[in-house]
């Protein structure tokens, strides 16, 4: 039975992070299939974690999720006689329930490293659909893996660097590191998201900063300066190599000029008046793209009438009770035990959550499982911290 189990974990997991090809090639049905498969094999588990001790992080969850819930509803009657909202309620309690059921599995999951194994596979699997496909569109370079958009693509493979990091904290394998993560930064180039590089970039800075000790003491011995030496140099000459790569060529002149930044300019905009239109309960769940193009005079194509970001959208769909317990959850996910996580190996889940709500800022991700599933990362972090907390303090003498 435990086999059933885990099969029907990682294909959840992978369809969620695949889910362009998984419906192309097999069914436009198979996510909510797998999903409902996860939920009927593991409602055993399920039912035990939700009985599981709730840290401030998944309590403020609940109130989001309870918030958005009540307020979808109130919005579904409220604004009936709109044609954009009629399918809306089951749409959107599919999606809060399964975002419900993602963040608590992975909270209080005990087989943390096969589920991030999983996500490292479901990445591979994804980076080779994209290396060896051809460009989403004739008319640029850019390529998707096993999800329909470049930029979503992006931001799956930001996370998978760090769960790769952390993984190579267990295994130790030098090969699995180096090997995963060249793959993992030479497909983000097809992918062509500026955006990702510029995370990237504020990522580095973020670990520099925590591990300052650590980064200077690698320049304190002689093996560590051999170290640091020779992989400049390994990425200097990949560097060297792959100007002549058609992805890095294209790359270069997409940073150059595009129209995409002034296309998300407008679209915040519109979601700015959106929200001042619908403050209290919004326009509806996942209605954005549907409402955005009555709020923009100018043309713009359809892949741009999105909100690309989170919390704009949430915001302008919800209401102003699902905006402010969404930003209380992400600070109480992202400030709870700062020090315990920094200092541990999952300091490498902090960055890779961190990584999709930085993305989040310029993509709309928010509705996507993948996001989800990578964003919950850090709450297990937290509840093994909190369970660290409590179990020590029962051991006090009274």
């Known amino acids: 039975m435990k086999w059933i189990k885990d099969i029907v974990l990682f294909i959840f997991i992978f369809v ?37 001790k709730k840290t401030l992080t998944v309590k403020i969850f609940l109130t989001f999720i309870a918030v958005t819930s009540i307020v979808t509803i109130i919005t579904y009657f409220a604004k009936s006689d709109l044609i954009y909202i009629t ?60 999800t329909g958009n470049p930029n979503d693509f992006a931001a799956q493979l930001l996370p998978a660097i760090f769960i790769t990091v952390y993984l190579f904290k267990k295994n130790h394998s030098k090969i699995f590191l180096f090997g995963s993560i060249l793959f993992f930064l030479y497909t983000m180039i097809y992918a062509g998201s500026k955006s990702s590089f510029l995370v990237l970039a504020i990522i580095l800075l973020i670990l520099f900063v ?93 892949e741009a009438l999105p909100s690309h970001n989170d919390f704009i959208k949430i915001f302008a769909e919800s209401g102003v009770f699902s905006f402010v317990t969404f930003v209380a959850f992400i600070i109480s996910l992202f400030s709870s035990y700062l020090r315990e996580i920094f200092s541990s190996d999952y300091i490498w889940i902090y960055i890779a959550s961190l990584s999709v709500i930085l993305m989040g800022l310029t993509i709309p991700s928010l509705h996507h499982k993948d996001f989800w599933f990578t964003l919950s990362l850090v709450s297990h972090a937290i509840y093994y911290f909190y369970m660290q907390r409590e179990k020590n303090f029962s051991k006090v003498p009274i």
């Open 16 to 52: 969620s992070f695949n889910d362009m090809v998984a419906t192309e090639y097999i069914s436009n049905a198979i996510i909510k299939i797998a999903f409902g498969l996860f939920l009927i094999t593991h409602i055993d588990e399920l039912y035990q974690m939700f009985l599981e």
């Open 87 to 146: 399918d809306m309620p089951v749409v959107a309690f599919m999606r809060l329930l399964s975002f419900l059921v993602i963040f608590i599995y992975v909270t209080y999951t005990k087989e943390f490293e096969k589920l991030l194994y999983m996500i490292w596979i479901s990445m591979i699997v994804s980076s080779v659909i994209a290396f060896f496909s051809q460009p989403y569109e004739q008319w640029t370079f850019r390529r998707v893996g096993g």
């Open 210 to 302: 925590a591990k300052f000790k650590t980064v200077i003491s690698y320049f304190a011995n002689l093996r560590g300066v051999l170290i640091i030496l020779s992989l400049v140099a390994v990425m200097g000459g990949t560097a060297i190599y792959m100007q002549q790569d058609t992805a890095i060529k294209g790359l270069q002149e997409r940073a150059k000029s595009t129209g995409t930044m002034q296309q998300r300019f407008i679209i915040w905009r519109a979601g700015g008046e959106m929200i001042r239109d619908n403050f209290f309960l919004g326009v509806g769940f996942a209605q954005f793209p549907k409402v955005s193009g009555g709020y923009i005079k100018n043309y713009l194509p359809p």
